[in-house]
């Protein structure tokens, strides 16, 4: 990794000539430039339009990163990003000369961000890197996409806005009508076509959403419908934004990580050394934490017992548990961890043990960075689940699928998995969410989704108990559920 550039606003100049700038760009660049005061008017006069995107923009890219924004203009967003480390390009020369003087913290450079010399002054790699209503302009949008990858780590994000094509023929009434600034001719691209030249530049979308059904204020109503409506199934496909976040295509076949496999366990004495003896080898190393949660039937006791018997054979660390519920257990685990990949693995052992090395793997190989478990897919043993939890998980697994713009099918398997140091950061970051789950999957879901982290299912043959009774009520849990659609909507949705 290259260290960190250290140039000054002043400094920041392309070493080489840059090329030429083609017809259509050098048109929109006499346009942009022409009207950079007018520019700044309009952005006033559509202030509820502009704070609502940024608003958004600020969810999906956190206080503190690294960020870099691909035709900055005069640097608002970025500045308003509140990044640790910000860097611009933008091929305005008057633009830059504006974003250097009101943002001197951040650094800009002038140059077609089309050009790969353009890349050659900026020094990576980013957290995440911003394109926003300017890849319309583009003459070559997947080799631009490509050139990205130079500036990128496998754990950069690159988000995508632009006016969604409906309303293409709105927007030039507006400017008829002298609602909005007149803009020059862009490309409307429908989202399908940018799937696929994001496919051709490796890269891969993991967030969808539209957002700004009414882009006024209108006493209040524009952003009441933006809030709580806009957002809902078939009404945002006519919203006027659409935002995309991508991660690069990063492989790693010989990638070796260490685990740390947490086993929340409450009145789970029968199953304690039975986790033991079926888990497999797997991984550089391997630790395993019992987290007890003050159980009446002596689990405990068997865990440090366990610990005792097979100390040499196991790196086994038994902790007991502060406050109540699994989730609790899960934080308390996690904190303790040591490990690179961290898992969880229910004491009830339903799921098998045995399977953990294909989630491993599903991490190691970068393929996902957090992986959740599916018992709904493959046909379980008599009695591994009553009829109507079964019913019941189908159709939150539709809710939470539609929440989190991931198709997932089974929220409450207890078996999750992802890199500690992407744990490390929900944890940081987990006061946008507070303590709301007791469970512990929602929590570690709902940071991943906000943190963009790709996520996967990875089916289990789930199993029937061999010892002990289910912990879950189904009309106590039931309604915990409800409360998480709700929760999810407002943080996840209703922005």
Not at 5 to 33: D, V
Not at 112 to 123: L, S
Not at 406 to 419: E, H
Not at 466 to 489: K, N, P
Request: hydrophobic content about 40%.
């Amino acid at each position: 990794m290259a260290p960190y550039s250290s140039q000054t606003n002043a400094a920041a100049t392309l070493p080489n000539e840059p090329q030429p700038l083609s017809k259509r760009k050098r048109e929109f660049l006499e346009r942009i430039e022409a009207t950079l005061e007018e520019q700044e008017r309009w952005r006033k006069i559509n202030s509820a339009y502009y704070a609502e995107d940024l608003q958004y923009m600020r969810f999906l890219i956190p206080p503190g990163k690294r960020v870099l924004e691909l035709g900055c203009g005069r640097g608002e967003l970025l500045a308003a990003l509140e990044p640790s480390y910000g860097v611009g390009i933008d091929f305005s020369r008057a633009a830059i000369t504006r974003a250097r003087e009101r943002f001197p913290n951040l650094q800009f450079h002038e140059g077609d961000v089309e050009d790969p010399q353009t890349f050659d002054a900026i020094e990576g790699p980013f957290d995440y890197v911003v394109i926003a209503d300017t890849i319309g302009m583009f003459d070559d949008i997947d080799g631009t996409l490509g050139l990205i990858q130079r500036i990128c780590s496998p754990s950069t994000r690159l988000v995508i806005s632009y006016y969604s094509p409906l309303w293409e023929p709105i927007l030039k009434i507006g400017e008829m009508l002298k609602l909005k600034s007149l803009q020059p001719k862009i490309n409307y691209i429908a989202t399908s076509d940018f799937l696929n030249l994001m496919d051709l530049a490796d890269l891969e979308v993991i967030r969808h959403e539209q957002r700004q059904l009414l882009p006024r204020r209108w006493f209040g109503l524009g952003p009441f419908i933006n809030r709580f409506i806009a957002p809902l199934p078939g009404i945002r496909n006519l919203c006027l934004r659409t935002y995309l976040v991508g991660r690069p295509i990063r492989q790693f076949a010989d990638r070796k990580l260490s685990a740390s496999i947490l086993i929340p366990c409450r009145n789970e004495r029968g199953n304690i050394e039975s986790a033991i003896k079926r888990m497999p080898r797997f991984g550089s190393a391997q630790e395993i934490i019992f987290v007890e949660g003050n159980s009446s039937d002596g689990t405990f006791e068997e865990c440090e017992r366990v610990r005792d018997a097979y100390r040499g054979v196991w790196d086994i660390t038994v902790l007991k548990q502060d406050g109540k519920g699994k989730g609790d257990a899960v934080r308390k685990g996690f904190a303790a961890a040591k490990q690179d990949v961290l898992m969880i693995l229910d004491a009830d052992l339903t799921m098998p043990p045995e399977a953990l090395p294909k989630y491993h793997a599903v991490i190691e190989s970068g393929k996902a960075e957090f992986v959740n478990g599916s018992r709904l897919i493959y046909p379980m043993e008599n009695e591994a689940m009553r009829p109507l939890n079964l019913i019941a998980n189908r159709c939150f697994a539709y809710i939470f699928s539609y929440l989190t713009n991931t198709r997932l099918t089974d929220t409450l398997c207890g078996t999750k998995v992802l890199l500690r140091k992407d744990y490390e950061v929900l944890a940081r970051e987990r006061s946008y969410f507070g303590n709301f789950d007791p469970f512990g999957d929602f929590d570690l879901i709902f940071g991943a989704v906000k943190q963009n982290l790709k996520l996967i299912e990875t089916p289990i043959h789930y199993k029937a108990r061999t010892f002990g009774e289910t912990q879950i009520s189904r009309f106590r849990d039931g309604w915990l559920l409800l409360r998480m659609v709700v929760f999810a909507y407002r943080k996840l949705k209703a922005i």
